[in-house]
């Protein structure tokens, strides 16, 4: 039986034939070479599907889905693939430096008890272009234990930034195929439960920004805040923690009422969003204003609503 790896990656993809080639290109391109690459196409098109048959590394290995849409059942089918010491994470429109695996993996072998480690990473845009960072939250360089860094939002993970040990990844349970929208997230945050992590202060990656990612689906997004955050109260023992969780669900869950009825989706739907906030908002003063201008915009006609209000909500990422 061949020798394991150390390194497996992780790469879904769904069409994206362009941007593919490039994230290909930058793993093929490491100055660590003990890889494997491990593509989970979810039913892409003959352009991808071309491609894809004609990559001749015997380093790369390809899984073959019938399209689903969900993001993490796609990354898990790679999981359960790969034979690496360590899992790196890489989406098909972004890319990385080249020695990209050769530091993390460096970095993580000189702290063993800190099974999983990112990076900083920059962002460019669709021609590849380094984007400005103006307006984007600076990134901290945070290490150790991050959980309440993470809930907060305070720790930027990107996901082509993660290395971690493939035996702390199944620990913990993989992706959660029913956590739609912040998947990655809750896995870096079972991860947090489990290990401190190490982070090293460079952009090694960089992730690309266009139209078509992702997370543009604001409502989608939203729905996806407020499981992660139920779902978390329910895994973290400290009571502090367990606040945040409680107080973010709460907050994001208005928020999620909010756009609801800028939607004009049914007064129900958003009531029963309301009702889901005040189970740990209705102490906050802020909540009740909040929550009563939202409740008078959804039994206003659609536009008359969306002139009350004033502010656009922003997501938490």
């Known amino acids: 039986m061949p020798t394991p790896p150390l390194v497996s990656v992780i790469l879904p993809t769904f069409n994206r034939a362009g941007y593919l080639r490039l994230a290909v290109d930058s793993v093929v391109g490491q100055t660590l070479e003990d890889w494997e690459l491990i593509i989970a196409d979810d039913g892409s098109a003959e352009e991808t599907l071309l491609y894809l048959r004609g990559l001749k590394d015997p380093r790369v290995r390809i899984v073959w889905l019938r399209h689903s849409g969900n993001l993490s059942a796609v990354r898990n089918a790679a999981i359960f693939e790969a034979r690496g010491t360590y899992l790196a994470f890489l989406d098909s429109d972004d890319v990385w430096m080249s020695r990209k695996l050769e530091a993390q993996v460096a970095a993580m ?3 063993p008890r800190r099974r999983w480690s990112y990076t900083f990473n920059s962002r460019i845009d669709e021609l590849g272009s380094l984007l400005s960072d103006e307006g984007v939250t600076p990134f901290r360089f945070l290490e ?3 959980t309440e860094a993470l809930l907060t939002v305070e720790a930027a993970l990107a996901t082509p930034t993660v290395v971690a040990e493939r035996s702390l990844v199944l620990e913990v349970g993989v992706f959660d195929v029913d956590q739609l929208f912040g998947e990655d997230y809750d896995l870096w945050l079972r991860l947090s439960l489990r290990s401190p992590v190490t982070v090293l202060p460079e952009s090694l990656a960089s992730v690309r920004v266009h139209t078509d990612n992702y997370s543009q689906d604001r409502l989608g997004a939203y729905r996806g805040w407020v499981r992660l955050y ?3 109260a329910n895994l973290v023992g400290d009571p502090k923690l367990q606040g945040i969780c409680r107080r ?3 907050e994001n869950a208005l928020t999620l009422a909010g756009l609801y009825v800028d939607r004009g989706a049914p007064v129900g739907v958003t009531w029963r969003t309301l009702f889901a906030s005040s189970r740990h908002g209705w102490a906050s003063r802020h909540w009740w204003s909040r929550a009563t201008k939202t409740a008078v915009r959804s039994l206003l006609p659609t536009r008359v609503g969306l002139a009350l209000r004033r502010h656009p909500t922003q ?3």
């Open 144 to 146: 150790g234990d991050i």
């Open 230 to 232: 139920d779902k978390m």
């Open 109 to 111: 072998q000189l702290s």
């Open 315 to 317: 997501p938490l990422r």
């Open 248 to 250: 973010l669900q709460s």
